[in-house]
């Protein structure tokens, strides 16, 4: 009988690729894409930039962000298929979910995707420029009965914006949103990224991996969370019913979404201290309520920082970025999907990295305790 081994439940400090594609430095609280601090990249930098930087390892010349910019615009469009199973769908599905059923459907659609080929990084490269206009359209489908046509005149955010609340953003609204989405491109070995890398692993076909991935990312402790995470802030409504909030969760040992993280223990999530800072900027210019909802995920989180944080509970970037989305005007169940937008393009650039090294299939072990030798009786022998 072998010696029962460790078991490193959630797979908790497991290492299963080298990558340089991000580093979280838990040692001063950064984090870094390719060498370069993901702050400074959020509140400088483009959706376009920072793909290809993470993508293809370096930031790009002008010359190759013009190419970049152009490949991914001219991938927007839907086939005349997807348009029109998209039409097909009833309203009130969570658009995350759709966004899961057109990519998986694209799959299908094409005909060469049964494994792995030599052009999966040209596939991927339209998945992710063609991801806005699924959930874009889904939502201009379910609300005003329209399918507008994507511009390529417009940057990758500017047009996703434009698609769904049919009117170009504002520069407030459209540095907001390259600031989201820059902020959750990438995250190392997550449990999305590591479900992307596992999937690819049995050398299955893009379309495969971005489904799992998202079958991953919806769930409320992973990015779920910040549709939760606003239903909670929404719920609370008044910074002066946080600390009651706060600590009747904690008495019922229950999870306050939007705190929280495997990785950051000794300190809150790197990225809540600018995306913090960028919802105060976006509540005091849109004024009334959202003030008013800013000060409540505010003292939710200092609340959670007297009664949790001993436990290595601070606040996540859910908790300020489900707010930003809010003030952007999209509504809460958007969230996950506008969370996936971004990641996808992180979940490419992990595939890929480990395809380029051999792509090693993944399976792991487990440790059985249930009952062995039991003898097999015929079913009307078994009482
Ligand atoms: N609210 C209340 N208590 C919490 C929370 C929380 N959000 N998170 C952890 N705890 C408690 C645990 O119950 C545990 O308490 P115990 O020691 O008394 O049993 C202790 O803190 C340690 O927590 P773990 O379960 O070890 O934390 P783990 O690393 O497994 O979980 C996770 C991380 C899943 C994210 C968790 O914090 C959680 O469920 N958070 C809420 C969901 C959420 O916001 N997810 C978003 C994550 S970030 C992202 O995906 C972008």
Same mark, same amino acid.
């Given at each position: ?11 908790? &400090? ?297 436990? &290595? ?71």
């Amino acid at each position: 009988m072998t010696l029962k081994p460790e078991i490193k439940w959630g797979l908790e &400090g497991v290492y299963v690729k080298e990558s340089s594609i991000c580093l979280i430095d838990l040692d001063n609280a950064k984090i870094y894409y390719r060498g370069y601090e993901l702050s400074e990249l959020a509140l400088k930098s483009t959706f376009e930039e920072t793909a290809y930087l993470i993508l293809r390892g370096k930031l790009p010349s002008t010359a190759e962000l013009r190419e970049f910019t152009s490949e991914l615009a001219s991938n927007r469009e839907l086939p005349k298929e997807l348009l029109a199973f998209l039409r097909g769908l009833p309203s009130g599905l969570r658009p995350i979910d759709v966004l899961r059923l057109s990519i998986d459907y694209l799959g299908v659609l094409d005909r060469e995707a049964t494994a792995r080929g030599p052009n999966e990084e040209v596939k991927a490269t339209r998945l992710i420029a063609m991801a806005p206009t699924i959930v874009a359209t889904y939502h201009r489908l379910t609300t005003d009965g329209s399918a507008p046509r994507p511009r390529t005149d417009l940057s990758h955010v500017a047009n996703y914006y434009y698609m769904f609340f049919s009117r170009e953003p504002g520069d407030e609204e459209l540095r907001a949103l390259e600031t989201m989405f820059i902020t959750y491109m990438e995250h190392g070995m997550n449990n999305s990224s590591f479900t992307a890398v596992t999937v690819a692993s049995t050398l299955t076909d893009i379309y495969s991996v971005i489904v799992a991935a998202l079958s991953s990312l919806k769930g409320p402790l992973h990015g779920g969370a910040n549709f939760e995470a606003l239903k909670t802030i929404i719920e609370v409504g008044d910074p002066s019913r946080a600390e009651e909030y706060v600590i009747d969760k904690v008495r019922r040992g229950e999870k306050i979404i939007g705190f929280g993280h495997r990785v950051y223990k000794r300190f809150a999530d790197p990225r809540t201290v600018y995306l913090k800072d960028l919802a105060r900027r976006l509540a005091v210019s849109k004024g009334g309520d959202y003030l008013k909802l800013f000060e409540t995920a505010r003292a939710l989180e200092d609340a959670v920082e007297r009664h949790l944080g001993h436990k &290595g509970v601070h606040a996540n970037t859910d908790l300020y970025a489900s707010l930003i989305y809010y003030m952007l005007g999209f509504p809460m169940e958007y969230n996950p999907a506008n969370f996936a937008l971004a990641r996808i393009v992180g979940w490419v650039a992990h595939v890929l990295e480990y395809w380029s090294v051999g792509g090693r299939l993944i399976r792991l072990m487990e440790y059985y305790v249930g009952p062995r030798d039991l003898r097999y009786l015929p079913i009307n022998e078994r009482g």
